[in-house]
C-alpha cells in the first residue's frame, strides 16, 4: 500500500497560479533520480491542470525579460491560445509574444512553447547534457 504524499512548496513573496509549470516540473525533478535539467538554467511560466495541460497567463512579455536577466537557458512559455469556432475571447499569443520579446532584446534564451507538462519533459529529456564554459 502506497502513502500518500503531501508536497509544500514555500514561493515567497510571489503569488498567483502562472508558477504551476515551473513547481510541477520542480516536484518531478525531486522525484525523479536524474537531473532533468541536464545543467541548464530552467525558467517558464503557465498554469498548470490536474491532466498536466500548460494554460496561458498574463504579462508573458516581462517574464521574458526576467528570465534572461537571471541567465535562463530555456524559457519554458504556453502555446498561443486561439478560441474554438464556438468560443468568442481573443486569442492569447504568450507563445508568439514571448518569442517576439526575446528577439527583440537579443537573448541567445531559447522560448520553447508547451502545451502540456510531458512535452516540457520531452524537450529537456531531448537535450544533451550542457557543456561546461570556465576558464
Given amino acids: 500500500v502506497e502513502e500518500d504524499k503531501k508536497v509544500t512548496i514555500s514561493a515567497g513573496d510571489f503569488g498567483g497560479p502562472s508558477a504551476g509549470l515551473m513547481f510541477a516540473l520542480e516536484i518531478y525533478d525531486r522525484l525523479v533520480p536524474e537531473d532533468i535539467t541536464k545543467g541548464y538554467t530552467i525558467a517558464g511560466t503557465g498554469t498548470i491542470s490536474p491532466a498536466g495541460e500548460v494554460g496561458v ?7 521574458v525579460v526576467a528570465a534572461d536577466r537571471a541567465g535562463a537557458d530555456i524559457f519554458f512559455v504556453p502555446e498561443d491560445l486561439y478560441p474554438d469556432a464556438h468560443e468568442s475571447f481573443a486569442p492569447v499569443l504568450n507563445a508568439s509574444d514571448a518569442k517576439r520579446r526575446a528577439e527583440e532584446i537579443g537573448t541567445a534564451m ?9 512535452e516540457a519533459l520531452d524537450y529537456l529529456e531531448s537535450l544533451p547534457p550542457k557543456k561546461e564554459t570556465g576558464a
Fill in 110 to 118: 531559447k522560448v520553447v512553447p508547451v502545451g502540456t507538462l510531458d
Fill in 57 to 63: 497567463i498574463g504579462g508573458v512579455e516581462h517574464k
